[in-house]
């Protein structure tokens, strides 16, 4: 098999591609011909040795990766042959500190290992996947698609509404919008560059990076994944009753608001957090409609694709806010 691994924290440099041992799944386990696997911006800060958020730094070396889909080639003990040439799609989990106090390094088996032409996984964690569903798009459904849906739970929309996705042409951003657009809402598609927003559609599409980009705009919703200055200008653009939901910011910094500026215009602030994502069975839940969507052809992700070995290439793209839709690595 081949892999990327890590064997320090730092640039994108310090990601390897590598040959290794084929994978053997254990009790309960399948092993995955990998078709398309998926990368974050998280991933990117990780790497660096910058802990984001909840997720923890993992012990080095790892094979980084939390989404993968492709065909199971192997099944372990007690797992029914049944499952041998199914199309899957599985969240792995975010590669951690491994629990045995000799300190060695979380094997791709137990989580994370999503860069690399095999993985293994429980198998009461797969998705089987329609026949007509491309691999590198249930990969986005996935995890990303998942995550829509939870902003869409906290944040229904409809015809009456103006909506702003402040990170339009990301893998979230992309998704949001054509959202929008199936709610018959108007939508207003915002990100570091037009030439980004070719494929999205929207009634309104503006560059960001321009002063005074969101004069006059008057949006009804805020979908904000930008933060920072760009967060704070969507936040003053909102009409009076206006909603503001942020579900990351890719900035580096949270938009700033204080209790004075929700009172001024009667604004409604939410973010996707705990209290939607740490229910119980409630990810399996936004996974499984998410790929519905992708069945369903409502929701189509746009995907950008790299070969496995220029992992690399895939981050630096990613950090320089070059890429479009939800960035694949393809064995």
């Known amino acids: 098999m081949h892999l990327i691994r890590q064997y320090e924290f730092g640039g994108?440099?310090?990601l390897r591609y590598e040959s290794g041992d084929d994978l053997v799944p254990a009790e309960g386990q399948v092993r995955i011909a990998v078709a398309a696997a998926g990368v974050h911006l998280i991933d990117t800060?990780?790497?660096?040795?910058?802990?984001?958020?909840?997720?923890?730094?993992?012990?080095l070396p790892m094979t980084p990766g939390r989404e993968v889909a492709g065909t199971v080639d192997a099944v372990g003990p007690g797992v029914s042959p049944g499952w041998l040439g199914a199309p899957v799609v599985v969240h792995l989990g975010q590669a951690v500190k491994p629990a045995d106090p000799g300190g060695a390094p979380a094997p791709p088996s137990q989580r994370g290992g999503g860069y690399a032409s095999q993985a293994v996984a429980l198998v009461e964690s797969l998705h089987r996947l329609p026949s007509h569903v491309a691999f590198d798009q249930a990969v986005a459904m996935v995890g990303t698609g998942r995550t829509a849906l939870g902003v869409l739970e906290i944040a229904p929309m409809g015809p009456e509404d103006?909506?702003?996705?402040?990170?339009?042409?990301?893998?979230?951003?992309t998704l949001l919008s054509q959202?929008?657009?199936?709610?018959?809402?108007?939508?207003?598609?915002?990100?570091?560059g037009l030439h980004k927003l070719d494929s999205i559609k929207a009634d309104v599409k503006?560059?960001?990076r321009s002063?005074?980009?969101?004069?006059g705009l008057e949006p009804t919703l805020v979908l904000d994944g930008v933060g920072g200055?760009?967060?704070r200008e969507a936040l003053e653009a909102l009409e009076v009753g206006g909603r503001f939901v942020v579900f990351g910011w890719s900035s580096g910094t949270a938009t700033e608001f204080t209790s004075k500026d929700v009172l001024a215009k009667g604004l409604s602030v939410t973010a996707l957090g705990p209290r939607l994502i740490q229910r119980p069975g409630k990810l399996r839940e936004l996974a499984d409609r998410a790929l519905g969507e992708l069945a369903a052809g409502r929701l189509v992700p746009v995907v950008q694709r790299f070969p496995l070995a220029e992992?690399?290439?895939?981050?630096?793209?990613?950090?320089?806010?070059?890429?479009v839709g939800k960035t694949v690595l393809v064995p």
């Open 12 to 14: 994108a440099q310090t």
């Open 45 to 59: 800060y990780i790497r660096q040795g910058e802990q984001m958020g909840s997720y923890p730094l993992p012990d």
């Open 162 to 173: 103006m909506v702003l996705v402040t990170s339009a042409a990301g893998g979230l951003g």
């Open 179 to 192: 959202a929008a657009h199936n709610a018959g809402a108007s939508v207003i598609a915002a990100a570091g």
């Open 206 to 208: 503006v560059d960001y």
């Open 211 to 215: 002063p005074g980009w969101a004069c």
């Open 229 to 231: 200055s760009v967060g």
């Open 311 to 323: 992992a690399a290439r895939a981050h630096e793209a990613i950090e320089t806010r070059s890429t």
